[in-house]
């Protein structure tokens, strides 16, 4: 018997493939820039910087947690003002339901383009600035 078929993308797998090029392009450049500054930098600066990152959140969490807050600012709202605003929380539910099966949503796509960083982008730029601590300054 062959091996299951992968029905569903796993979390993150899908997020550099679903984004324009051009945005990942620019992420991934950002990247390499701020490696380049940080050569330059003593170590406090960038283990400060490591510190900085490993507090970042990516875009995943971002969605999740402004999707789940519109969902219960909206019900809250619905049961206190007009019903209408119980739309505005099924609207939540079917894109937090897009980005689970599909691994897009159009408010992935607007927090792509304001350029949050997927988990494996952060954990990229920490592994280089931790490369940079274990070189001699």
Known sequence: MSEPKEILPQEGSSALSNSPDEINQR?????EANV?????????????????LE??????????????????ATIFLSA?????WGLAAGIAGIFMAQQAAYGWSP??????RLEFRTVEEIELE??????LLEQPK
């Open 80 to 84: 206190k003002s007009t019903k209408k």
């Open 126 to 131: 920490r592994r280089a600035m931790q490369g």
């Open 36 to 52: 380049g500054y940080f050569k330059q930098q003593n170590h406090d600066a960038i283990r400060e910087h490591i510190e900085l």
């Open 55 to 72: 507090k970042e959140w990516d875009i995943e969490k971002m969605l999740k947690t402004g999707l789940a807050a519109l969902t219960v």
């Open 27 to 31: 992420i991934e450049r950002q990247i």
């Open 107 to 112: 408010p992935f796509a607007a927090l792509r």
